[in-house]
């Protein structure tokens, strides 16, 4: 009897999301899981936003704030108005 060469069944995309595209080696250094922090738009510091900025120039940009209605008439559905409300 001669027999052929089994072959390994064909590979099928399973459903969810793919592996990484290789595993660490155990003595690879591991990667830091943090980013660098939040940044301060008004004055460009590190560890603050802000909306907690304690200098001058990030309080600027706070003067005002901007919020949206719904009108509540029929005729203007979808429509927004936009109020600002000057601190």
């Known amino acids: 009897m001669t027999f052929n060469k089994l072959s390994p069944p064909d590979r099928k995309k399973l459903p969810g999301r793919p592996r990484k595209n290789r595993k660490r080696a155990p003595n690879e250094p591991t990667k830091q899981k943090r980013s660098s922090g939040v940044k301060c738009s008004g004055c460009g510091a590190f ?30 559905l979808g429509k927004r108005t936009v109020e600002v409300a000057f601190l």
Not at 50 to 71: D, L, M, P, W, Y
């Open 47 to 76: 560890g603050h936003n802000v909306r907690s900025c304690k200098t001058k120039e990030g309080n600027e940009n706070q003067g005002f704030s901007v919020r949206a209605k719904k009108k509540a008439n029929g005729s203007s």
